[in-house]
């Protein structure tokens, strides 16, 4: 049986996040009926060495960066996962964000409603 949502989870610069947010919000029907753009916004620590061949956003070749970045989090109806990965891609800086995609089950499913 195929999840009826996903929840994604994705690392960002500060920077990009309210781009980020409403590309996603736009490309997606909303998940919560009467409510749009809702995301969890917290902070973390990404950390990642560009090999040769890359073109990194952050950081040089053979280089270890440690960076503050936001984690968004969010939930995604099966049927706009496809839709919100290409709008991720379109505006993320990174050449290869890493986009964490996790089945999910709906609260109102799990009670009936």
Known sequence: MEPAAYKISVAVPAEYKDELMDAVNDSMQQIYPGYDRTF???MTTGTWRPLEGSDPHTGRIGE???EEELRIDFAVKADDLK????AIRKVHPYEEPAI???PR???????GL
């Not at 839709?83 to 290409?86: D, H, S, T």
């Open 105 to 111: 089950l709906l609260w109102k499913d799990v009670i």
């Open 64 to 66: 270890i960066s440690v």
């Open 40 to 42: 969890s916004i917290t």
């Open 100 to 102: 964490d995609i996790m």
């Open 83 to 86: 839709n919100v990965i290409r």
